[in-house]
């Protein structure tokens, strides 16, 4: 039996990454809320 999670950096940063955040409106207002909570980090990778 294998572990579920098998982690790659690449299929990470193109889900949840910065630049997938930035480019809709709905992802904007995730980083728009995360910076006003005052995250460390405001995205993976």
């Known amino acids: ?14 889900t949840h990454g910065f630049l997938v955040r930035s480019a ?9 809320a995360r910076r006003r909570k005052g ?3 405001l995205t993976t990778v």
């Open 39 to 41: 995250r460390a980090k």
């Open 24 to 32: 809709s409106a709905t992802g904007r207002k995730v980083l728009l």
């Open 1 to 14: 039996m294998s572990q579920t999670y098998q982690p790659k950096k690449k299929k990470r940063a193109t």
